[in-house]
């Protein structure tokens, strides 16, 4: 099972509420680049990233600090992560973040808060 | 497991502090001797002029040591350290140790570098290097307590020697709890030691997937034997806090970043470059064979139609796939491959399911093509047991296919090796040599002294020719070739035969660069190459740092560079990491210089020792070209070829030996023409001196540098 962030391009109008719920919530402060979900304004289209949950970062960590919850969800235990970023780039999805000053990884946990501050229903928490 | 009843011999207690930018300053001394533990502190000078790593290493090792110095003696001290880029979990290939002695091989300073978690977490409990000194009264093994501030030092009853059980035992003892074993390392030899020169150490790190301590060598020089000598079973290291700025870096987002981008040109470029991931060092094996560079039979040939036998895809079957194989955190080219479930055929664990580290390239070909054994899985039983024994492959490769050499051309037989049958190939006596290395007896013991004794011993006991013999016996300074065929590239028999340490490949590796592409065609072209390359490798050794992400993954527009060899982006990352850590200067200038005031100070030190002379770095023949009618004839064409066109001889109507005469006069005279010009650009005297206007150019001034130059002057 894989419980995860299925996002509609097409229905999103790029107001970042969902970077700006997603900062907030875990960073407590409105930064764009300390969100988990990452909006980007294209010339004809918005894209839209999120983690999918696929395991990619999990299988690289070399201390098995990425573990899988019940529901299928990636988590990133600090007490074993020693930073070295090789889950950032073996992300497919460029999905896994870091932040200038920060030292560990971060991503999405389909925690949902973003989807509950999408004003048009362009997120939902899927479970697959 | 049985628990083991340890006698408390000596203990030190010592206050935690946190590393800065990259340096602890202060190194850890222990004589196990005299059951003495201290600290000293680590100078601006050392820093400045030494910088870490192997720099520290012989710095000390001067230091502790007397000009008469012998291997056994009790004031050799064995060197382990780390440098200041060491353990840094961000840019890949930054866990390595650097060790050194002096060798039973040599008698002069050898260097080895080695992964595993050791030397990173000895760093992080508090120490820039740990220097080992004296001999203990009984069997010993050395704690050192990151966590708590504590060293000790331990006896060691009963346990066993050989590291793939001992590694494990002691992790299983010091570790805090079941699920801490990642932070416990241990460094062994193997029941090997106790009784042949061809020896090394081994470096652990826990394996969390597949739960098995996994083995990294010390190969080169016989430091498995010193440890043994001084009654030392094992080094352990606890240290349960690392994390991602524990070498705390001046900047460690310039630090981060950097190591990302390589993270991602390995993500994206090792499955079409070097497949490193899947097969590690060993994708080589095929390439060196289309090269004619793969070592058979003693170096005698470089390709064999057989050595497909020993292709990376039959290593791939059996290396387990898709694992974080970096011998430290975060390097995620992860070349460190291993067979799971191996069964060893022979010796005291056959049919124990182990864990084989390997095979590498060197171990391929030492192990495997240059004594022609073409089955990958004899191949990996041969690394298994020397890992565990504590043998160095590659010296245990080049000195099999000695022997056999030597029994193809009658100068041994069943009577003098004790019945075993060391025609090409023979796994079965290969396997047998490393056993009775182990159990102390039979011809394996004779084997294990190394090329430079056999060939003193066949001489003098068995009556063979010693021209012959120095021809055929791949060593210099003592130390064993490893595994490249360098007849057809002067430069690479200079990076081999000039390496101060012995003929080890990584002061330089020049053979595409010359004999390939042909880019350095002139004696100058080369010497240059002799000088850049074996400083900007150097530079690896002082901080802490593997050789392999440098240009064993290469920038995508790398080609289109103004030096595509030095990897130029990858040098730019070297000393942008340098910077972030230790708030240094550095430019790509002052990298090679740091380098170079070490490689020179090693070059007096092996002075000091009695070697570094001209006539240590004299090659073999056999290095050098066709010492044997078969293997003229084998590549007559070419030969026959550079006659007429290099030389300027037709070789028509001349007969072989005229032919293999006039060909070996021709490489010789290159040869030395070779030297004058590597002394020359190095800043060495015709007989190889460093001059005192280099040394005091370069900063590497020091009275007692100068003092031993002066004797040769």
Known sequence: MKKYLKTYPDKCIACRACESVCSNLYFKEDNPEKSCIRITQLADAVEMNACNQCEACAKACPTQALTITHQGVVMVNKSLCISCYMCIAACPTNSMHRYHGGIYPFKCISCGACTKACPVEAIKVVQE | MKKIDRKLIAEYSYTLKPVEKGYNRRTLYINVGENKIMEKPVSDMMIDKFVGGKGFDLYLLWHAIKDSTQWNDPENEICISFGPLCGNTNYPGSGKSIVTTISPLTGIPIDSNVGGHFGPYTKFAGFDALEIQGKADEEVIVYIDGDSGK???????????????????????????????????????????????????????????????????????????????????????????????????????????????????????????????????????????????????????????????????????????????????GCSLACCKAVDNFIPRTGPYKGHKVCVDGPEYETVGGCGSNICIWDAKDVAEINFYCDTYGVDTISFGTATAFAMECWENGILDMAKTGGLDLSWGNADSALELLHQMARGEGFGVIVGKGVRKMKALFAKEYGADPDFLQDIGMEAKGLEYSQYMSKESLAQQGGYTFALKGPQHDEAWLIFMDMVNNHIPTFEAKAEALHYFPMFRTWFGLQGLCKLPWNDIEPEDNAQTDEPAKVPEHVQNYVDIYKAITGKPMDKHELIRQSERVYNFQKVFCMRMGKGRLIDDIPPYRAVGPVTEEEYLSRQDRYDKQLLEKVGIDPKGLSLKEKMQKTRAHREDQYRQLINAVYKRKGWTPEGVPTLEHLSAIGMDLPEVLEVVKRYL
Not at chain 2, 168 to 192: P, R
Not at chain 2, 242 to 250: A, C, R
Not at chain 2, 310 to 327: H, R
Request: hydrophobic share 35%.
């Open chain 2, 151 to 329: 060293i000790q030092i331990l006896s060691a009853p009963d346990e066993e020697i050989n590291s793939h059980i001992i590694a494990e035992n002691l992790i299983a003892e010091f570790c805090d709890a079941e699920g801490k074993e990642q932070f416990v390392s241990v460094v062994s030899s193997g029941t090997a030691a106790d009784y042949v020169d061809i020896s090394c150490l081994n470096f652990s790190f826990w394996d969390k997937r597949r739960k098995v301590a996994r083995l990294k060598q010390a190969g080169r020089g016989g430091i498995g034997r010193v440890f043994r000598d001084k009654k030392i079973k094992a080094l352990v290291v606890k240290f349960s806090g690392l994390k991602g700025d524990t070498n705390h870096p001046v900047d460690l987002d310039t630090l981060q970043k950097t190591g990302l981008k390589l993270h991602r040109e390995i993500e994206k470029g090792d499955s079409s470059q070097c497949h490193m991931r899947e097969c590690g060092t060993a994708h080589l094996t095929e390439i060196m064979n289309d090269y004619d560079l793969l070592p058979i039979k003693n170096f005698k040939y470089g390709q064999d139609d057989a050595a497909k036998g020993l292709a990376s895809w039959e290593f791939k079957k059996m290396f387990t796939q898709n694992m974080p194989d970096g011998c430290w955190y």
